[in-house]
């Protein structure tokens, strides 16, 4: 079975300065990908960042940057110069990939950032 | 990049009666959707798992003839609520399958959500 673990209670940052959230996982498969996504006020699920297991480079997106550290089972994300429009609910997530199967993503409880003007 | 839409955004109905909510890929194929759950403060949970042409794969405990779901067609997908009670009203959000750039990427793309409270 896979676990995604997110036990940081309420983030703040301060607008333009970075920050990290954190995600850690597990799972005994060897091949996996592992999702981040946005959830603002509106409820909509915004797909920022994938990282897949077997993947020599970590993944950017723009501002969105996935710290992976296989070894750790952590999949941290970093979002360097806070936006306010980054204030939203954050949620970490993975998929074992299996050829042929329709297997699940499964969630983390998710992290709220709060950006300070 | 992929569009999912989901319609109605809100739905407000009486106890007893059936609500149907749609999710539609616009610019893409998706053989494969999803039916989450979601409440408030709280993560997405699950439900089921539809396949274009086939029965849909429901997550343990998810009642099969409360939420029934079709998946007729390659960009469209629905979970009608029947006979919904207020205990049924959530937050519900469909997603599709998508996978892009080299090396096929994957991911989920959403849809907006459908808030339905139950009176």
């Known amino acids: 079975a896979q676990k995604i673990t997110q036990t940081q209670p309420g983030m703040f940052v301060q607008e333009k300065e970075a920050v990290t959230l954190d995600c850690t996982y597990d799972?005994?498969?060897?091949?996996?990908?592992l999702f981040w996504y946005k959830q603002p006020s509106s409820g909509e699920m915004i797909f920022l960042i994938y990282?897949?297991?077997?993947?020599?480079q970590n993944a950017t997106e723009g501002r969105y940057s996935l710290n992976f550290q296989k070894a750790r089972k952590s999949a941290n994300l970093v979002i360097s110069a806070s936006q306010l429009g980054d204030s939203a609910m954050y949620f970490c997530a993975m998929r074992v990939l299996i050829t042929g199967a329709n297997s699940k993503l499964t969630f983390g409880k998710g992290i709220t950032l709060s950006v300070r003007p | 990049g992929a569009v999912v839409s989901q319609h109605p955004s809100w739905v407000i109905c009486k106890s007893g009666t059936s609500v149907k909510i749609e999710c539609r890929s616009l610019?893409?194929?998706?053989?494969?959707m999803f039916w989450y759950r979601q409440f408030p403060k709280q993560s997405l949970m699950l439900m089921a798992t539809?396949?274009?042409?086939?029965?849909?794969?429901?997550e343990q405990g998810v009642e099969k003839d409360k939420f029934l779901i079709n998946h007729a067609s390659l960009t469209l997908s629905t979970l009608t609520v029947t006979s919904a009670h207020p205990e049924d009203s959530s937050f519900y959000i469909c997603?599709?399958?998508?996978?892009?750039?080299?090396?096929?990427?994957?991911?989920?793309?959403f849809g907006p959500g459908t808030r339905l409270l139950v009176l």
């Open positions: 990282q897949g297991s077997y993947d020599q």
């Open positions: 799972t005994s498969d060897p091949s996996y990908g």
């Open positions: 539809s396949n274009e042409g086939s029965k849909a794969t429901y």
């Open positions: 610019d893409f194929q998706a053989t494969t």
């Open positions: 997603s599709a399958r998508v996978y892009y750039g080299k090396g096929l990427k994957e991911t989920q793309y």
